[in-house]
């Protein structure tokens, strides 16, 4: 891997991006924002950092995304890498962020089931997620319709996974608020990669973005 091809800019847009939607979350899971729904927050946050920096990285802010991307071959090695070692840096910083406002140890309120069906929920819901972001992808949005189409995607896609889990979608937030397990690792990684993966075969040019 060559990381000399890495430059600061992407890897601290990652970092601050995935740090502040692991905030937003832990911030809503704690009652903090009671009157919006986490998956609209959620989807809101991703939007604006696709808006913001999404020219210096794609704004992934989900190892899951950075997989998907990288089985494409849109992304090398050195930048994977890169990338989610700031995401689940990003999010463990905003589990020590959060535990400062809490004043003590930050104890998860979220329900934590390893099993089956909690993955095939978080599976079915990165596979909406990953198909919408191969699609911004495939059709090189940007600005506006990127971010309508990421975020858009990414709530839908909780929505799709709460029928039977918590609907994270995303490894790095799910270990900020002490969800990460079997479940919540595979099943967002591999519905990731699938989803894009569908896309790119059916729409584009010989299996490819």
């Given at each position: 891997m060559?990381?000399s091809k890495v ?7 990652e970092?601050f991006?995935t740090?502040?939607?692991a905030l937003?979350?832990?911030a809503?899971?704690?009652?903090v924002l009671?009157l919006?729904?986490?998956?609209i927050l959620?989807g809101?946050t991703?939007g604006l950092?696709v ?7 794609g704004?992934n802010?989900?190892?899951a995304i950075t997989l998907?991307l990288?089985s494409l ?6 930048h994977?890498?890169s990338f ?12 020590v ?10 104890v ?5 089931n ?7 929920a978080?599976f079915?819901?990165a596979l909406?997620?990953g198909?919408?972001?191969a699609?911004?992808v495939?059709?090189?949005f ?5 971010a ?6 990414l709530?839908l896609g909780?929505v799709?996974?709460s029928l ?5 979608l ?6 900020s608020?002490?969800?990460?397990n079997?479940?919540y ?6 519905g990731?990669i699938?989803?894009?993966n569908?896309?790119?075969m059916?729409?584009?040019k010989?299996?490819?973005?």
């Amino acid at each position: 891997m060559d990381f000399s091809k890495v430059t600061p800019g992407p890897v601290v847009a990652e970092f601050f991006g995935t740090f502040t939607l692991a905030l937003v979350v832990l911030a809503s899971i704690w009652g903090v924002l009671p009157l919006v729904p986490t998956a609209i927050l959620a989807g809101l946050t991703l939007g604006l950092f696709v808006l913001s920096v999404g020219h210096a990285s794609g704004a992934n802010l989900n190892p899951a995304i950075t997989l998907g991307l990288y089985s494409l071959k849109k992304l090398d090695s050195a930048h994977a890498v890169s990338f989610i070692s700031a995401q689940l840096s990003g999010a463990l910083v905003a589990m020590v962020v959060m535990s400062l406002f809490l004043e003590g140890e930050l104890v998860s309120r979220v329900t934590v089931n390893a099993d089956y069906k909690t993955f095939f929920a978080e599976f079915l819901g990165a596979l909406l997620f990953g198909f919408g972001v191969a699609s911004a992808v495939a059709q090189k949005f940007n600005g506006v319709n990127a971010a309508l189409l990421v975020g858009g995607s990414l709530s839908l896609g909780i929505v799709l996974a709460s029928l039977g889990s918590t609907g994270v979608l995303n490894p790095a937030v799910a270990t900020s608020i002490g969800s990460l397990n079997w479940s919540y690792a595979l099943g967002p990684i591999l519905g990731a990669i699938i989803g894009m993966n569908v896309y790119a075969m059916s729409f584009g040019k010989k299996g490819r973005l």
